[in-house]
């Protein structure tokens, strides 16, 4: 199972905050269930990096998991995986993992994200976290049923795409606005 690697070499393309989910945030159903978890990165976001590698992904659980968890890149929900990597298990906290190869990213939506074929039940794992986007950062589906929009109640899902490529002039100086905060103006006293 090869997911350890050099953080350094990797850019994190994310819709949820850097923060570890806390191990009582978790989203989980009371009965053993299969989830399907992602998140979307929609073409207007992957614009940037055409040409560049998904190299694998950055997920965080809210406590362990053990049950064969499917790691994917997919460019619709319902789709078949465009690459993919199976691990028997994940730790709380976050999980690095790479794929055999690289994705090479076009201008197009992507879905990130996993499949857990059995979630034990009260085993409440998924990872979510704060996240700027207001749709498309939390999907989920449960036993194959429909997928729902959850972003507007939970946040965002905690997945990353790790992306790599030769120009590594376009990954520096990157950052997220995650707050304003704006005093009103005050009249001066003359």
């Known amino acids: ?95 690095e993992v790479l794929f055999s190869g690289d994705f090479l990213i076009e201008n197009k939506d992507y879905y990130i994200g996993y499949t857990i074929p059995v979630l034990a039940g009260g085993s409440y794992a998924i990872g979510r ?14 036993n194959d049923g429909n997928f729902t929009d959850y972003t507007a109640q939970f946040g965002g899902l905690t997945v990353q795409a790790l992306i790599s490529g030769d120009d590594q002039t376009h990954f520096e100086n990157k950052s997220d606005l995650w707050g304003v905060t704006l005093s009103p103006n005050h009249p001066q006293n003359e």
């Open 129 to 142: 976290g704060e996240t700027f986007a207001t749709e498309g950062a939390l999907f989920l589906n449960v």
């Open 1 to 95: 199972e090869k997911n350890v690697f050099d953080k350094s070499e990797y850019f994190r393309l994310r819709l949820c905050s850097f923060a570890t989910p806390d191990a009582d945030s978790g989203l989980g159903l009371n009965s053993p269930s299969k989830i399907n978890a992602m998140a979307k990165l929609p073409a207007a976001k992957m614009t940037t990096y055409v040409g560049d590698k998904i190299s694998g992904l950055n997920v965080a659980f809210a406590k362990p998991v053990a049950s064969n968890i499917i790691f994917f890149v997919r460019e619709s929900m319902d789709g078949e995986n465009l690459i993919s990597t199976t691990l028997s298990s994940a730790t709380a906290g976050w999980n």
